[in-house]
């Protein structure tokens, strides 16, 4: 269905389909080639192609992707990111009203935890979220028969068109699907709905395959909108505009090292084993009689020549180029915050560490502040239709590093503890400041005292016994 699109939305769309591509891996890389020029994604070998060998050439086109392994940074990265976000459940304080609500924010049994992951996760590959709030149709119903408000979720390839006037967002078209029967198949159809301010009231209506119909008028305790209860989210501003995808440049080296390995694998497929050569005199009815079962290029072949014939081996000289090539984009995509295991030997400073671990996460941190804040507001609406008043708060997890300490500096005040140089309130708190826990050390204590180490040692659990037998008598003699 045609509808107007944004310069921005057009810009952006081709870089939203390699992020979500290499995010899916080889299979979502291979899907890129389809109707793409490859400006921003892969690039067919330019084979000759001629009426005669059109078959040959699709099969080795076909078979140059096919022996390319893709190396999926982005989506690793991508996923650690959203767990990052998702290691500590979305805090809320809502009105005792709007409790089952947030058991099912979407309609559909979407906890808020559950619709905050799928915003973060969705400004990590995009940068650009929509969600509408959308009142319940209680007009006639009794009190049992109340419906909710619900949030429903757009993605950035679903908001094609806006228009802000004034500094106030007046117009929103958003691309939906929908099931209609046909017989008796059910076919799925796309149409738009549209959010505008007419003469200064909002109203949704719907275009499918005719003209716009369903035009609908919400309203707050019998009051008409004045504006459009929709909340854009970026990945740096929650506002209409286009904020980049984060992603991107990560995915775009990762669609570069994939095609560097089809390269390599091509190369080597085809030039990496030796080639036997045979010079001779004589006339091939004559080597064939010497050699009936052919020429042998194994390791324990017997081939009969002449005295004066030569036999060579050719094979490509091991220059590394692509490989070694591999490997840079390998180490960009890090610098770019992949996700990956690296070699525990590589050497770096602990001031390099930090800088890349706060880097990495800094990004991160904005989305977690922003789906945070336009989700509240998304909630205060929905309560706002439903006509229930009191305070509301929401905070999505942004705890991913303590401010001033690396990974190895908890590491080494984990060490010192274990080695008896510093007491065990010192992890205690270096813990709760990096967010593990929110529990106090008396808490912690008493859950270490009733679980116990993990995979102990029957000779460490015996001297732990004897140390609290001796605990034990001394309080008794103190006594």
């Given at each position: 269905m045609e509808t107007k699109l944004d310069k921005g939305y057009t810009d952006n769309l081709p870089l939203w389909a390699q992020v979500r591509a290499a995010i899916r891996g080889k299979q979502g890389a291979i899907k890129l080639l389809d109707g793409s020029d490859g400006y921003y994604g892969l690039v067919p070998p330019a084979y000759r192609v001629t009426n005669d060998n059109y078959e040959t050439v699709d099969k080795r086109r076909r078979s140059y992707?096919?022996?390319g392994r893709f190396f999926n940074a982005t989506g690793r990265t991508h996923d650690a990111y959203v767990g990052m976000v998702g290691a500590k459940p979305v805090e809320t304080e809502v009105p005792e009203g709007l409790i089952d609500f947030m058991e099912s924010v979407d309609g559909e049994n979407s906890t808020t935890n559950d619709f905050a992951l799928e915003i973060a996760s969705e400004l990590l590959v995009t940068g650009r979220y929509g969600v509408l709030v959308d009142p319940p149709s209680n007009e006639g119903k009794t009190r049992s028969q109340m419906e909710t408000s619900k949030l429903i979720g757009y993605t950035a390839e679903s908001m094609p068109h806006h228009v802000v006037s004034g500094g106030k967002l007046v117009l929103v078209d958003l691309l939906e699907l929908y099931w209609e029967k046909e017989g008796d198949e059910y076919e799925c159809k796309e149409q738009v709905r549209r959010l505008e301010l007419i003469d200064g009231v909002y109203t949704s209506k719907i275009k499918r395959d005719g003209g716009w119909e369903q035009l609908?008028?919400?309203s707050i305790n019998g009051r008409p909108l004045n504006y459009i209860p929709f909340q854009f989210f970026g990945s740096e501003?929650?506002?209409?505009i286009y904020d980049r995808p984060v992603m991107f440049d990560l995915a775009h080296e990762n669609m570069g090292h994939f095609q560097l390995s089809c390269d390599n694998l091509e190369n080597l497929h085809y030039h990496g084993q030796g080639m036997t050569n045979v010079f001779s005199d004589a006339d091939p009815d004559t080597i064939a009689e010497m050699n009936p079962g052919g020429i042998d290029v194994g390791a324990k072949g017997v081939n009969q020549f002449a005295?004066?014939?030569?036999?060579?081996?050719?094979?490509i000289a091991a220059t590394g180029a692509i490989s070694t090539e591999m490997e840079r984009?390998?180490?960009r995509m890090i610098m770019l915050g992949a996700q990956v295991t690296q070699d525990s030997a590589t050497n770096q400073t602990l001031g390099a560490k930090e800088i890349e671990s706060n880097a990495s996460t800094s990004q991160l941190k904005r989305i977690a502040v922003n789906t945070s804040k336009g989700l509240q507001w998304c909630i205060e609406q929905a309560s706002l239709f439903m006509g229930i008043s009191g305070e509301i708060k929401v905070k999505v997890?942004?705890?991913?590093v303590t401010d001033d300490m690396t990974a190895q500096d908890v590491q080494s005040v984990f060490q010192a503890v274990q080695g008896g140089s510093l007491p065990q309130s010192v992890l205690l708190n270096t813990a709760r400041k990096a967010g593990y826990t929110d529990k106090t050390n008396e808490e912690l204590i008493e859950e270490l005292n009733e679980e116990g180490a993990t995979g102990e040692s029957e000779e460490l659990a015996r001297l732990r016994m004897e140390n609290d037998n001796l605990r034990e008598q001394l309080n008794g003699a103190t006594e």
């Open positions: 992707f096919a022996r609908v008028t919400p501003q929650n506002k209409p005295q004066q014939d030569r036999v060579e081996i050719l094979q984009v390998e180490k997890n942004d705890q991913f």
